[in-house]
């Protein structure tokens, strides 16, 4: 899981009630490229997982308040992109700004965004 924009408060905890009560926490995330395949991996910027401590669901939410925090400038995948086939877990490739590009594989992938099997691809998340 890579995170940002998102504070798990002084408890060092994810999804427990401090989140976000620590300060401002800002950030975007630049373009990141994996050489192989990515799997089970979630990517969020400026997301809450929510009380499910998983991304991808209907409980996630945004935790910062400008659009120009939160962005995710690019993923590239070189090989497979997939969530984990078979279980009922969810991940997200997540931002409450703009995803700028996406590319799995050798196709440059277009809005709107399409799912991997249990991974999503959402970003202007409000
Ligand atoms: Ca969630």
Same mark, same amino acid.
């Given at each position: 899981?890579?995170?940002? $924009? ?7 905890q994810?999804?427990? $009630? ?6 401002? $926490? ?8 994996? !050489?192989?395949?990515m #799997?089970? %991996? ?9 009380? *499910?401590?998983?991304? *991808? ?6 935790? &910062?308040? #400008?659009?120009? /925090?939160?962005?995710? /400038?690019?993923?590239t ?8 086939? !078979?279980s009922?877990?969810?991940f *997200?490739?997540?931002?409450h ?8 594989g050798?196709? %440059? ?5 399409p799912?991997? !099997?249990?991974l &999503?691809?959402?970003?202007?998340? $409000?």
């Open positions: 899981m890579l995170m940002t $924009a998102y504070d798990i408060g002084p408890d060092g994810l999804g427990t $009630a401090d989140d976000g009560t620590f300060g401002a $926490a800002k950030g975007n995330i630049g373009a990141i490229t994996v !050489g192989g395949n #799997s089970s %991996t979630s990517i969020a910027a400026g997301i809450s997982p929510g009380p *499910g401590l998983q991304f *991808g669901d209907a409980d996630d939410s945004v935790v &910062v308040s #400008s659009s120009l /925090q939160g962005a995710i /400038q690019s993923l995948v070189k090989g497979t992109l997939t969530g984990l086939p !078979g009922t877990a969810s *997200g490739v997540e931002a700004g703009t995803l700028g590009a996406l590319k799995v050798s196709i %440059t992938k277009t809005r709107p965004w799912s991997f !099997g249990n &999503v691809i959402k970003d202007g998340i $409000a």
